[in-house]
């Protein structure tokens, strides 16, 4: 069955620093690998996906994340943090890209400082 | 494009009665729908997955005949909390899975449904 941690409840980093965002999965053959965030009292918002390729991958807001098979990790990462980035950010993993739904992390709580 | 809607965002209602929840897709088709449900502070788990015109699959520990969910049409699906008590209240995301060629297979997620039972 496939899993993914989320290592850390609480990250927090000060406005302008660079931020990272911890996960490791596990999963029975290629992952398909979504990290989405969520503000208070809303839905999930899309940020980025691996399917296959390059192991950098960009999303959206200046965030992207490195698919690493060998550590089994996809880490969500941005060079200068902002205030706003502030939210709930959940790591997600799917065995393939068919019809099949995700399975998410516990979620990381992200606190800009400025 | 791509985008799913709720209804309602938030909703109090008392001990034992019921509470319709819908999501809809609203500039695509959805092939297939999930429903999941967010504790406070917690992740989203799979509550069940449905399919237009067929029967939802439910997850272990899911009671199908509390939660009844409708697929009707490939914009529509809703969820039923049944006899509702405290301990269903929830947030309640629902996700579609459409026919959308740059997106294959991507869910887009509603904004969710705050569900409180007195």
């Known amino acids: 069955a496939q899993s993914v941690a989320q290592p850390e409840d609480q990250v927090n980093v000060a406005e302008g620093n660079p931020l990272t965002v911890k996960c490791t999965y596990s999963?029975?053959?290629?992952?398909?690998l979504f990290w989405y965030v969520q503000y208070p009292n809303r839905g999930l918002q899309f940020l980025l996906k691996?399917?296959?390729?390059?192991?950098l991958v960009k999303g959206s807001y200046g965030f992207e994340a490195e698919f690493n098979k060998s550590q089994t990790s996809f880490h969500l990462k941005k060079p200068s943090a902002l205030v706003s980035d502030s939210a709930l950010y959940f790591c997600?993993?799917?065995?393939?890209?068919?019809?099949?739904?995700?399975?998410f992390g516990k979620g990381t709580r992200l606190s800009v400082i400025a | 494009g791509a985008v799913v809607s709720q209804h309602p965002s938030r909703v109090i209602c008392k001990s034992g009665t019921s509470v319709k929840i819908e999501c809809r897709s609203l500039?695509?088709?959805?092939?297939?729908m999930f429903w999941y449900r967010q504790f406070p502070k917690q992740s989203l788990m799979l509550m069940a997955t449905?399919?237009?015109?067929?029967?939802?699959?439910?997850e272990q520990g899911v009671e199908k005949d509390k939660f009844l969910i409708n697929h009707a049409s490939l914009t529509l699906s809703t969820l039923t909390v049944t006899s509702a008590h405290p301990e269903d209240s929830s947030f309640y995301i629902c996700?579609?899975?459409?026919?959308?060629?740059?997106?294959?297979?991507?869910?887009?997620f509603g904004p969710g449904t705050r569900l409180t039972v007195l």
């Open positions: 996700s579609a899975i459409g026919r959308i060629p740059s997106s294959y297979n991507e869910q887009f």
């Open positions: 999963v029975s053959g290629n992952p398909y």
């Open positions: 691996y399917i296959t390729g390059d192991n």
């Open positions: 997600a993993v799917s065995p393939n890209s068919g019809n099949t739904p995700l399975v």
């Open positions: 500039d695509f088709q959805a092939t297939t």
């Open positions: 449905s399919n237009e015109g067929s029967k939802a699959t439910y």
